[in-house]
């Protein structure tokens, strides 16, 4: 039976939540994860709840997936400094699975962050919108 490297699992890291409810026409910053990037929220006319991720100062590898079953699979894509990804939704919830990396690390366990956004149009009054996030990002 092969052991693991001492430095094979390393502790550390962060947790960072975050919840807001925007009317009509406004947007707020949902989640700062320096080095990895931006999460913010929009409340658009549609109705419609906006959740955006922008990049920040590095490349970086993005997956995501929606766990809430409305689209199978995982998506993957590489991203430059500063470009985005965003998903909508309206009176139906939605939860997505982000998972960040910076594009110049050696190995999966390293400069890793996984972020689960809640999203949804408040199906009571259609003039709001109600947003949610956990993040959790590895050294």
Not at 104 to 122: I, R, W
Request: charged residues 15%.
């Amino acid at each position: 039976m092969a052991s693991a490297r001492p430095d094979s699992f390393k502790g550390g890291g962060h947790v960072v939540t975050a919840e807001v409810e925007l009317t009509v026409g406004q947007k707020a910053t949902l989640l700062n994860l320096p080095g990895y990037g931006k999460f913010s929220a929009t409340c658009l006319s549609v109705p419609f709840a906006e959740v955006d991720f922008t990049d920040g100062p590095d490349n970086v590898h993005l997956w995501t997936q929606d766990i809430t079953g409305t689209a199978s699979g995982v998506a993957e894509q590489n991203m430059a400094p500063g470009s985005g990804l965003g998903f909508q939704t309206g009176v139906t919830a939605e939860q997505t699975q982000w998972t960040i990396q910076n594009a110049s690390s050696p190995s999966l366990s390293g400069h890793l962050a996984t972020v689960q956004t809640d999203e949804v149009v408040n199906g009571n009054d259609t003039s709001k919108c109600d947003f949610a996030a956990v993040a959790y990002a590895a050294p």
